[in-house]
């Protein structure tokens, strides 16, 4: 049996040993196991990186669009904030699981541990 690709089992949000048993319990909390395969996640620390991953992907996207939009129409500075304040929360909660996915799932195929002395 092959190994799934970990960045679309870490998309899914799926094991990355099997690629069929869920990877969360809930919004962001790792389940104990993958209820397919048994494989046990207490392996898994992403830790900060799927924060920082997901705010240097929308930071900049928010701006772009901001700008655009403020540029074809005239929009008052409360608008802006009525507009792009919600849009940044949804994207990111959006995307946090997708790139904590894919994170654990690239620890799991790289068989990454943190460094000791």
Known sequence: MSTP????TGI???????????????YLSLAPACSN????????DSGDGPAVFVIFLVAPL?????LAV???IPMAP?????????????LCLVLLPPFKGVLV??????????GHQ
Do not use: K
């Open 105 to 114: 799932n690239l620890q799991f195929s790289n068989d990454a541990h943190e």
């Open 12 to 26: 899914r949000c799926r094991c990355p040993r099997c690629g069929r048993g869920p990877l969360f319990g809930n």
């Open 37 to 44: 395969c048994g494989l046990d996640y207490s392996f898994a």
């Open 5 to 8: 690709s970990p960045i679309l």
């Open 78 to 90: 409360w608008v802006h904030l009525l507009v792009w304040i919600p849009a940044t929360l949804l």
């Open 62 to 66: 928010v701006i772009i669009l901001a």
């Open 70 to 72: 403020g540029s074809v």
